[in-house]
């Protein structure tokens, strides 16, 4: 770095020397256009024999190649004539430096001087104008140019090739290659004339600057610092576990210092489901990355964790967590719940089933057990659903209660337990049938009708359960129902049938398991059938339509046979018959109702009935006569009008139809007849009311009239 500002430095004051001197060559021109320009000290000197010096104008070309990557190359063979930096006399050998060749395609010739010279010491006379103000200028470090010297104009030189290093301006840097050693051919011996190094860097201060560059006093700036930079490893994270589960295994994440100086980092996240340890550190750490599923539902979720510091960019590091959800493990369904047995001691009760599902997931692998020695499972084990009969043995135990517990096992499921009761009775009394009454008696009529049903009542009038059956032993009797438990009621049926008159006997035998069974007798009494006569066996009547009812008439009822109990009916609405019951002989009334009849003939019966006797009817027959004519009185309420003169009365045989008024009628009359009218026919009736100027009122209401 010091190189590179040194060189820097140079090739400013070269160009600006470069400036000067070509603004000075207008004065003095170069004789030679090849010749290379070199740096070297302004003078002026002129020879001891009488030759004009030249003043050196050209003090610092501008060079053709950079300052850096210099090849060395050995100076041309041919000779060429370079430019004169000090005018010597011819007498005297001149002291010249190795020049720095810039083409060596273009170099033709050289003239080269002892490196003797270079201590020369001889006091030169100086240019003031030109030396003061190159001496002024600093003389910053660059890649040094070789310094030279020019000739006498007379003497010749020849450039030989150089094995030793030339001489530099400037210490410590590297020097272009290929500069011939110049040697004198003509004057080795002459003592040397001219300016030295030493002296022209006396006069020049910054000439002996570049010859000799002081150290800097104070150093460059020191190079700025690399900052630190954050390294992180893996560059995401990802963790997976089951809903409600544990936790997955924590990971880390690796931090490094990819840069320079001190990285104190810290680590931060953003999700309440990450965790991190630690949270900062300096240099090379590790942070321990967890997460926690908590209450987290199935689902994806993504968090960042940021590892930040001073100076460095943030790393951010994805973290993803899938969370599954958890499977649903087996569970035992046991129906019902409880049990519970009741039994006599002695007795075993009837058996029950526990019925067992899968009510979760998965596959139900199931096993039961009781705890008890007088319950028993039908089935220990399982797969899925099943189900397991409970059988309950008393043997010899006592009355009173008793629990047991059957414990349903699964892999992955909650255990089960479902309680069993029994109650143990003592052994009861044993059963007695109870029958009450304790006989039954039918009575009923050759051919009549059944008689009523009746009941036998049972009961146990001992202890335990009661199942008993009935049976009887007749044709004639029907019992309903034939078996019960406990308390009820058998009833009895006695059907008459074809029997004759006469007595019948049966029984009714009542059974039960464990008591005695009990017998009912039953009789049944069968009388002769009555036989009932009617006297006339017909009747007649005759009416006239709208006249009065005929006349009633009488039929005679006698019983011949047994008891008799008789009904009377009659079929048509006009008839009437009575009583209209009895029990022995009597007297009937028939009575008939022309009221609303048409003239014409009808025909009805009168029927009695008795109970195991054959019904009896009575014919009936009415005729009814249309009158030759027939009248009908109409009436209706006054007029109060006090200009009222009378009524007209209208007529029709169609409702709503009337032809001319039928009469008039004067005021203060609120009745009228019509006479003449045809049987068989309605007439339809309306009146008006008129008043002395003849307006007449609009038709009352309409009344009707039927002729019978």
């Known amino acids: 770095m010091r190189q590179a500002i040194r060189q820097h430095f140079i ?63 050995d100076a041309p063979s041919s000779t060429r004539k370079p430019h004169r930096l000090i005018r010597k006399s011819q007498s005297v050998p001149t002291a010249t430096l190795q020049p720095i060749p810039l083409d060596a395609s273009k ?50 030189t020849t ?83 089951t809903q409600g589960g544990a936790n997955p295994a924590a990971q880390t994440v690796s931090i490094s210092n990819t840069g320079g100086g001190t990285l104190s980092w810290s680590a931060s996240d953003n999700a309440t489901w990450l965790m991190l340890s ?12 967890s997460v926690a599923t908590g209450t987290l539902t199935a689902g994806s979720y993504s968090g960042t964790v940021m590892l930040s510091a001073s100076g460095a960019s943030s790393v ?47 596959t139900l692998s199931w096993s039961a057990s009781d705890n008890t020695a007088w319950l028993s499972l039908s089935s220990a084990s399982g797969t899925g659903n099943g189900a397991i009969t409970l059988n309950v043995t008393t043997g010899t135990l006592t009355a009173g209660s008793y629990s047991g517990l059957i414990t349903l096992t699964a892999t992955g499921a909650t255990t089960i337990s479902v309680p069993v009761a029994l109650t143990v009775t003592a052994a009861p009394v044993p059963p007695t049938i109870g029958a ?44 309903s129902p034939a078996s019960g438990t406990g308390n009820g009621a058998v009833t009895l049926t006695a059907t008459t049938g074809t029997l004759t008159a006469g007595s019948y006997s049966g029984a ?12 009912v007798p039953v009789t049944f009494t069968v009388t002769a059938s009555p036989n009932i006569i009617l006297n006339p066996s017909g009747l007649t009547y005759a009416a006239t339509q709208g006249a009065a009812n005929p006349a009633n ?77 027939s009248s009908a009185t109409l009436t209706w309420t006054p007029n109060t009008d006090s200009n009222l003169a009378g009524y007209k009365v209208y007529r029709g045989t169609a409702s709503g139809t009337y032809g001319a008024a039928l009469a008039t009628v004067p005021a203060g009359t609120a009745t009228y007849q019509a006479t003449g009218l045809s049987a068989n026919t309605t007439y339809f009736f309306v009146i008006t009311a008129y008043d002395s100027a003849g307006n007449e009122s609009l038709f009352s209401n309409e009344v009707s009239k039927s002729i019978f």
């Open 553 to 629: 008439q009488t039929v005679s009822l006698t019983n011949t046979g047994g008891t008799l109990n008789w009904t009377v009916s009659d079929s048509a609405s006009w008839l009437s018959v009575s009583p209209a019951s009895g029990s022995s002989s009597s007297t009937l009334t028939a009575a008939v109702n022309t009221t609303g009849l048409a003239a014409g003939t009808y025909n009805g019966t009168v029927t009695v009935s008795a109970t195991g006797s054959s019904s009896k009817t009575v014919a009936v027959s009415l005729t009814v006569s249309a009158p030759t004519t």
């Open 107 to 156: 170099s033709t010739s050289s003239t080269a001087v002892p490196v003797s010279a270079l201590n020369d010491t001889t006091p030169q006379s100086k240019d003031t104008s030109v030396s003061s103000n190159v001496g002024a200028m600093a003389a910053p470090a660059i890649t040094p140019l070789r310094l030279m010297s020019r000739a006498a104009a007379t003497t010749s």
């Open 316 to 362: 951010i590091v994805p973290v993803t967590f899938i969370v599954t959800a958890a499977p649903v493990p087996p569970a035992i369904g046991a129906s019902p719940a409880s049990f519970s047995f009741t039994a006599q001691a002695g007795a075993n009760p009837v058996a029950q089933t526990l019925r067992i599902s899968n009510t979760g997931s998965g």
């Open 11 to 73: 090739v400013t004051y070269a160009i600006s020397l470069g400036l000067m001197t070509a603004l000075l060559s207008l004065f003095q021109p170069i004789p030679s256009a090849s010749a290379q320009q070199l740096i070297g000290p302004v003078s002026q000197e002129t020879s001891g024999t009488g030759t004009q010096g030249r003043r050196i104008e050209n003090i610092i070309p501008t060079l053709p190649y950079p300052t850096k990557s210099l090849e060395k190359k």
């Open 278 to 289: 630690p949270a900062s550190g300096t240099g090379t750490g590790t942070v321990t990355v």
């Open 508 to 519: 009714v035998t009542m059974s039960a398991t464990g008591a005695s069974p009990v017998t």
């Open 159 to 241: 450039a030989t090739p150089n094995t030793t290093p030339p001489h530099s301006l400037f210490s410590g840097t590297t020097a272009y290659a290929g500069a011939a050693t110049a040697k004198a051919s003509t004057a080795a011996s002459t003592p040397p004339a001219g300016r030295s190094m030493s002296r022209l860097a006396s006069e020049i201060p910054g000439l002996a600057q570049l010859i000799n560059p002081e150290s800097s006093s104070s150093s460059p700036p020191p190079p700025a610092p690399v900052p630190p930079a954050i390294g992180a490893g893996p560059t995401s994270l990802s963790f997976a576990a």
């Open 436 to 479: 009450s009454p304790t006989s039954l008696s039918f009575t009923a009529q050759q051919s009549g009708s059944n008689p009523a049903a009746q009941s036998l009542t049972i009961s146990n009038t001992g202890g335990g359960t009661l199942t008993w059956s009935a049976s009887d032993n007749a044709a004639w009797l029907t019992l």
